[in-house]
């Protein structure tokens, strides 16, 4: 079946820098890729996502980008900000299987 | 906004025990889901369910099951508790309307002793 893996566990960063989350995954047809955020003691919520029918899709500070000959996509957040603090979990879904794959979640940390 | 509930918020269960996590949605929403969250693991899928009265086995269904009574209502149930259930379990709901996004619960905070 699908798996998904996030390489970074953590990442830290300075405030106004960007940072990057990268996931890959192993199910070519998968086609539908959401990431959620998770801030400290709270449940998860949808930040952004894309599907396979393009590479690149942008909302204010958050761009994901899909490389589907790499099986490869990334979350950028720039000009970060402290309320960016959060663990940030990538999925994948096959629609045929309709269930969402995650991977383990990446911790980011913004220094002030 | 989509509105989950999860109850109870924390439950401390006994090994061997039985423990009942009950999800409940007000946004006429077909799927729901259970996962599970581990540090390490991220959240893994434990059980789903297209339509009230069906349930569907998700990647890890061993030691769990599910019910889904009506379209508002999906449980998951541990006959007997163990040690390696202690977790925190996340329900969720979705429909093709809000394009596959799930909206989750607080999630409850199960510790198996």
């Known amino acids: 079946g699908e798996k998904v893996e996030q390489h970074e566990s953590t990442l830290s960063v300075r405030e106004g820098d960007s940072a990057v989350i990268n996931c890959t995954y192993t199910d070519t047809a998968s086609s539908y890729f959401p990431w959620y955020k998770q801030e400290a003691g709270k449940s998860l919520h949808f930040v952004i996502d894309?599907?396979?029918?393009?590479d690149r899709k942008q909302s204010q500070r958050l761009t994901v980008l899909l490389d589907k000959k790499a099986k490869r996509f990334s979350l950028h957040i720039t000009a970060t900000q402290p309320e960016d603090s959060a663990i940030y979990f990538c999925?994948?879904?096959?629609?045929?299987?309709?269930?969402?794959?995650f991977g383990q979640g990446t911790k980011l940390s913004i220094k002030p | 906004e989509a509105a989950v509930t999860q109850s109870p918020r924390s439950k401390v269960a006994v090994t061997g025990g039985k423990v009942t996590l009950s999800c409940h949605q007000t946004?006429?929403?077909?799927?729901m889901y259970w996962y599970r969250q581990d540090t390490g693991h991220g959240l893994r899928l434990i059980h789903y369910?297209?339509?009230?009265?069906?349930?569907e086995k998700g990647d890890i269904p061993d030691g769990y099951k599910a019910s889904r009574p009506s379209q508002e209502n999906f449980s998951l149930i541990l006959e007997l508790a163990s040690l390696s259930q202690t977790a925190v379990y996340f329900c969720?709901?979705?429909?093709?309307?809000?394009?596959?996004?799930?909206?989750f619960g607080h999630g409850t905070k199960l510790s198996v002793l």
């Open positions: 369910s297209y339509v009230a009265d069906s349930t």
């Open positions: 969720a709901s979705s429909d093709e309307i809000s394009n596959e996004r799930l909206f």
């Open positions: 894309i599907r396979s029918n393009v």
């Open positions: 999925a994948a879904e096959n629609y045929n299987q309709g269930k969402l794959i």
């Open positions: 946004n006429n929403h077909d799927y």
